[in-house]
């Protein structure tokens, strides 16, 4: 067994755990690690109570509510439809299946200016959309949402289909010889099943919104105090050469995006855990 074990390191496909692991950590501290310092470094700059008075003014806590509350309602409605949108691609045959499928990764194909500059135009007063509404979606928060939603969408379908793919058919039927409806087959059988993939497609949407830019400039209108994401807030402070000032706002989302990316794997690794011992 010990020559087994020497063997199998011997001649595995990649390299030994140390290189491996050497490697994997030189290229995250290159990619992600060093450039997040650097935002900490420069941050520095600027002493406690002029951190708190860059980061807590009206201008910029009126852009963390639309930010965080239009990519958290976004993601939301995401998961919901994400999830619908998933089952019905798996578990149905209809016309022209394969375009739809194809189309659910239109947003992470098109540039975001396009994305932006469409939706604007679409959803605009005199839009082929907008034309039809009581109300203004183009330059206000609601655009914004529609925005998010746009680009959120295939994360949240795109990790729940090799999870739908799994589920072995067995299990609801046997749900239905013992008699459970469809209803209480999806609640109690398949949606457990689904919850820490679901949980990490709104993970990933939401994350995304957080840091959409480009497609949501067009149609939020940029009204401070109104319609103005942080991202933008960051991009205006840097042209007003306030480096410190956008750096210490993006540390604000940085760690809040963070938190709540932990909050969430925790709650996926508890729903893990309790499916595990059901």
Excluded: C
């Excluded at 793919?165 to 209480?184: C, K, M, P, V």
């Excluded at 457990?192 to 990490?200: F, G, R």
């Excluded at 604000?252 to 996926?268: C, D, R, S, T, Y």
């Amino acid at each position: 067994m010990l020559l087994s074990r020497a063997l199998l390191r011997r001649h595995t496909v990649l390299p030994g755990f140390d290189l491996a692991l050497g490697f994997a950590l030189l290229y995250l501290s290159l990619i992600v690690l060093i450039p997040l310092s650097a935002a900490f470094l420069r941050t520095f700059a600027l002493t406690w109570p002029e951190f708190v008075e860059a980061t807590t003014t009206p201008r910029v806590l009126a852009s963390y509510r639309l930010t965080f509350g239009a990519s958290l309602l976004a993601a939301l409605l995401n998961a919901v439809f994400g999830l619908v949108t998933a089952w019905v691609l798996l578990r149905y045959r209809f016309p022209f299946k394969r375009l739809v499928d194809a189309l659910v990764d239109l947003p992470f194909a098109l540039p975001t200016a396009v994305a932006g500059i469409a939706l604007t135009a679409i959803w605009a007063e005199n839009g082929w959309l907008g034309r039809w509404l009581p109300f203004k979606v183009s330059f206000t928060p609601l655009g914004v949402w529609v925005a998010l939603v746009f680009i959120g969408l295939p994360f949240v379908v795109r990790t729940l289909q090799p999870v739908l793919e799994d589920i072995d058919r067995e299990l609801e039927e046997a749900a239905a010889t013992l008699g459970a409806s469809r209803r209480q087959t999806f609640v109690k059988v398949i949606l457990p099943i689904l919850t820490p993939a679901l949980l990490t497609g709104f993970a990933l949407a939401f994350a995304r919104a957080l840091g959409e830019y480009g497609s949501v400039i067009f149609i939020a209108g940029n009204m401070p105090m109104v319609s103005e994401i942080t991202p933008l807030l960051i991009i205006t402070k840097l042209e007003q050469y306030d480096y410190a000032g956008a750096t210490a706002i993006a540390v604000v989302m940085l760690v809040a995006a963070f938190a709540l990316l932990l909050l969430i794997n925790l709650l996926q690794a508890w729903s893990r855990k309790r499916q595990g011992g059901l």
